[in-house]
C-alpha cells in the first residue's frame, strides 16, 4: 500500500505537469494569435474607400460620386436594411451565422462529403465572415487562400460583434459592373433605399453577388430570375418566409435596366464635398422632393426661352435660415446654357432690386415715411440723370406707392439721402458684398439701380432678413452649421414696413386670380432688371419663406424683352405653389398715420441733390463744381495746384482722384492737389456719414 500511494503521488504529479503544460500551451498560442493579430491587422482600405453621398434633410440621396476605385460603394449599417432582407441572406448564406467564430465546422463537413461524393466542387463553405474576409482582401482561388480566409475570419469576429461585420458584408458585396454594396444595388435596380424592399427585391440582391457579371439583371434578366428564386425556396425550407409570400414574390418581373443614381442639386454638392473633403457623408438642408420638383419646372420653364438662357433659384425657411431647395441652373449638363456655372453664386447686376433696403434704411434715419410725398420728374445728380424703366415720369406721389411700382428717381432721391457709401457698408457688414465696376471705385447713386453687382445668395439673404425683423444672419446649408443671432440691417418696423409695401406690389398678369383660388397670404413682391435686359430678378418673402429666382444668360449678353416682371416673377409664383399652402401671417398693413410735418415731402435741391428741413447742411463741392475744364498747365508742361473747397457735411472729409483717396481731412475743407498731366479726372469728397459728391474735371 505505502508503494502505491507512492505511485498515486507520482501520478497525480505528472498530471498536474501535463494541465501546467496544456495551460503554457493554450497561453502560448492565444499569446501568438494576439501578436500575430497586432502584427497583421485586418485590411479595411477598401471599406475605407467609400462614394461620397451628399444627403437630403431626411438622409436620402441627393448626389452620389464614385469612389477612388471608380465604384458606387455606399455604407451600409445593418439596421439600415430591411430585416426581411437579412432573414433571406442568412437563410442563404449562412444559417449559423450567429453562432459559428467565423468558420462553420458542420458547413465544411457538409461541403467536404458533397464534393467527395460528387468527385467535384458541388458546395462551398464559406461563412459571411469568410466572404467579407474575401471582400477586404481579394486573391485567387486556392486551397491556401481558403486557409487564410478562415484565419482572418477568426481575426475579424475577434476584433468585431456579428453586425459590424454583417455592415461589412452589405457595403462591399459585388453587384455586377461597379455597383458594390446592397445600397447602391437598392438604388441602381429599384430606386429605393434597402429599408424599402420587398421579398422579391430583397432574393434578388441576396442572389446576385454569388456571380455579379453572371447573374446581371439588366444583361441576364432569365438567369437573376432563376437565381432570384432559387433564395426564396431556400428561404422557404429555412422558415424565414412562408411559401405563399414566396410564390407572390416569384411572379414579379426582375429589373432589365439599371437607373441612374441620383445626381440633384449638383453645384450645391460640389461645393460642399469640396469643402468637407473627407467625410463620406455629407446631410444637407434640402427638402429633396422639393429641389426635383424645382429642377423640373427650371428644365419646363427655361425651353421656351433663347437657346442660351438659363435659371437658378433659392428656397430659405426663413424660421432656421435653412436653404429647402438650390438651384445653380437649369441643367448642369447643357453647355450651350453654361449650365456648369453655379449662377446661385456667380456676380451679376440687380437692377432695381436692392431698393427695398434703401428705402428701409431711409425709415430708420427718419429721412421718410410710406407717405412722404416725393415728385417723380426729371432730375440731375451732378452729371447723373436716372430715367424710369419706361423711360416716363409719374409725377407726384407717395413713398409707399415709389416703392411698390419701382420708380428709379425717388430711390436716388432716398439713397441720396441714406449716403451711397453708408448704403454699400451696411451691407457689409450683415455679409452682403457689392462688387463695383472698377477696383477703385467708390459706391456712388447708380447703386440703387444696379450699378453695382451682387450675386443671388447673397441678395435672398437680404430678403430673408426682412422676415426676421430686419435681422440679417447666413443661410444655412447643413444642419450642424452654428446657430448665429445675425447683425441687424433694419430695425423691426422698418423692416416690417417694407415688406407690408411689397405686399401691395402688383404681381405679373394672371398671378391674382391665381392666388385668390389658392387661398395663399400675398408675397411680398420685388423684381428687378439689369441694363440691357442681361438679367431678370425676383425676390418673394413671406414670414415663412424666401424665394429668389434669376434669369438671363449667364455669357452676360443682352435678352431682349425679358425682364424681372414678365419673366422671373412668373416663376417665382410657380416656386411658391410648390411650398405648403401655410405661409405665415402677412406684414401688413402699411402704417395710415400721416407722417410729421417735417417728413411729409421729400425736396430736391436746384442740383438735383436731396434737400430737406432735416439735413440742411448737405455736403457739396465748392470747387470744382459740375464738369469743368481747369487750364492748369504751364508752357513747360507742369501743372499748378489745384485747390479743392466743399461745404457742408459731416468731418473729416475724404478726397479722392479717379475713385484713389489722396487726403483726408479731418477740420480743413479744402484740399491742394497737383494734377499729373493732361485729361479728364473725376473728384469725388465723402463725409463721415458716407454721403458724397463729385465732379468731372478736364486738366487741360
Not at 477612388?68 to 448564406?93: I, M, S
Not at 437680404?462 to 425683423?469: E, I, T
Not at 440679417?472 to 440691417?489: F, I, K, N, S, Y
Amino acid at each position: 500500500m505505502p508503494g502505491w500511494g507512492l505511485r498515486g503521488w507520482g501520478l497525480r504529479r505528472r498530471g498536474r505537469v501535463v494541465a501546467a503544460l496544456a495551460v503554457l500551451s493554450v497561453g502560448g498560442l492565444a499569446g501568438a494569435a494576439l501578436l500575430l493579430d497586432r502584427l497583421c491587422p485586418p485590411p479595411l482600405e477598401r471599406l475605407a474607400d467609400l462614394s461620397v453621398t451628399v444627403a437630403d434633410r431626411s438622409g436620402q440621396p441627393l448626389r452620389v460620386y464614385t469612389n477612388a476605385a471608380g465604384a458606387w460603394r455606399l455604407p451600409v449599417e445593418a439596421d439600415a436594411v430591411a430585416p426581411l432582407f437579412l432573414d433571406l441572406l442568412l437563410a442563404y448564406e449562412d444559417r449559423r451565422f450567429y453562432r459559428h467564430a467565423g468558420v462553420d465546422p458542420l458547413a465544411a463537413l457538409r461541403a467536404f462529403g458533397q464534393n467527395l461524393g460528387a468527385g467535384r466542387v458541388v458546395s462551398g463553405a464559406s461563412t459571411l465572415t469568410m466572404q467579407v474576409a474575401r471582400l477586404l482582401e481579394p486573391r485567387p482561388r486556392s486551397l491556401s487562400a481558403k486557409l487564410i480566409e478562415a484565419a482572418r475570419a477568426a481575426q475579424l469576429e475577434w476584433r468585431y460583434d456579428k453586425r459590424a461585420i454583417l455592415g461589412m458584408y452589405l457595403t462591399l458585396a459585388p453587384y455586377g459592373g461597379n455597383v458594390e454594396g446592397v445600397r447602391a444595388a437598392a438604388l441602381t435596380l429599384f430606386g429605393k433605399a434597402p429599408t424599402e424592399l420587398d421579398a422579391a427585391e430583397a432574393a434578388l440582391l441576396v442572389a446576385l453577388p454569388q456571380s455579379p457579371s453572371r447573374l446581371r439583371a439588366d444583361r441576364f434578366p432569365e438567369r437573376a430570375r432563376i437565381a432570384r428564386d432559387k433564395v426564396l425556396d431556400r428561404a422557404v425550407e429555412a422558415g424565414a418566409l412562408s411559401a405563399k409570400a414566396a410564390a407572390e414574390a416569384k411572379t414579379e418581373p426582375v429589373p432589365s435596366v439599371r437607373q441612374p443614381l441620383p445626381a440633384s442639386a449638383p453645384h450645391l454638392a460640389d461645393a460642399l464635398r469640396a469643402r468637407r473633403s473627407g467625410e463620406t457623408i455629407l446631410t444637407t438642408t434640402v427638402d429633396g422632393g422639393l429641389q426635383r420638383a424645382v429642377e423640373a419646372l427650371a428644365r419646363r420653364e427655361v425651353a421656351p426661352l433663347n437657346q442660351r438662357a438659363g435659371m437658378a433659384a433659392l428656397v430659405v425657411d426663413n424660421r432656421t435660415r435653412a436653404v429647402l431647395a438650390y438651384l445653380g441652373s437649369s441643367d448642369a449638363l447643357d453647355e450651350d446654357r453654361r449650365g456648369p456655372i453655379d449662377m446661385v453664386r456667380a456676380v451679376r447686376s440687380p437692377g432695381s432690386a436692392l431698393k427695398p433696403f434703401i428705402y428701409g434704411l431711409g425709415f430708420d434715419d427718419g429721412l421718410i415715411h410710406p407717405l412722404t410725398q416725393v415728385a417723380d420728374v426729371s432730375t440731375r445728380f451732378g452729371d447723373y440723370a436716372p430715367r424710369n424703366f419706361d423711360r416716363g415720369f409719374t409725377g407726384d406721389l407717395t413713398i409707399e406707392e415709389a416703392l411698390q411700382r419701382s420708380l428709379n428717381i425717388p430711390a436716388v432721391l432716398v439713397l441720396d439721402r441714406v449716403g451711397p457709401l453708408r448704403f454699400a457698408d451696411a451691407l457689409r457688414r450683415v455679409g452682403a458684398r457689392l462688387v463695383l465696376p472698377s477696383r477703385n471705385a467708390v459706391p456712388g447713386l447708380p447703386v440703387a439701380l444696379g450699378g453695382a453687382s451682387i450675386n443671388l445668395w447673397d441678395m435672398t439673404t437680404l430678403y430673408s432678413g426682412l422676415a426676421r425683423g430686419g435681422m440679417v444672419a447666413p443661410l444655412r446649408l447643413q444642419p450642424d452649421a452654428a446657430e448665429e443671432g445675425g447683425v441687424r440691417l433694419l430695425s423691426p418696423s422698418a423692416a416690417q414696413q417694407v415688406r407690408a409695401i411689397l405686399e401691395g406690389s402688383p404681381p405679373p398678369p394672371g398671378i391674382v386670380q391665381a392666388q385668390a383660388l389658392r387661398g395663399a397670404g400675398p408675397i411680398a413682391l420685388k423684381t428687378g432688371t439689369s441694363y440691357g435686359f442681361r438679367d431678370a430678378w425676383a425676390f418673394g418673402v413671406t414670414e415663412r419663406y424666401t424665394v429668389g429666382v434669376w434669369v438671363g444668360r449667364p455669357d452676360g449678353t443682352p435678352s431682349p424683352d425679358r425682364y424681372g416682371r414678365n419673366t422671373a416673377a412668373p416663376l417665382l409664383f410657380q416656386l411658391f405653389d410648390l411650398l405648403p399652402a401655410d405661409r405665415g401671417r402677412p406684414a401688413g398693413p402699411v402704417t395710415a398715420e400721416a407722417p410729421p410735418e417735417l417728413l411729409r415731402r421729400l425736396q430736391a435741391g436746384e442740383s438735383g441733390q436731396a434737400v430737406g428741413v432735416r439735413q440742411p447742411d448737405r455736403l457739396r463741392l465748392v470747387f470744382p463744381g459740375g464738369d469743368m475744364v481747369v487750364e492748369a498747365l504751364g508752357p513747360d508742361g507742369r501743372a499748378d495746384p489745384l485747390t479743392f473747397s466743399a461745404t457742408g457735411g459731416r468731418r473729416p472729409l475724404s478726397w479722392l482722384i479717379d475713385g484713389r483717396r489722396i487726403a483726408l481731412s479731418p477740420i480743413a475743407r479744402e484740399v491742394v492737389w497737383r494734377p499729373e498731366g493732361p485729361g479728364p479726372v473725376r473728384v469725388t469728397v465723402l463725409d463721415a456719414d458716407g454721403r458724397s459728391d463729385s465732379a468731372l474735371v478736364d486738366v487741360r
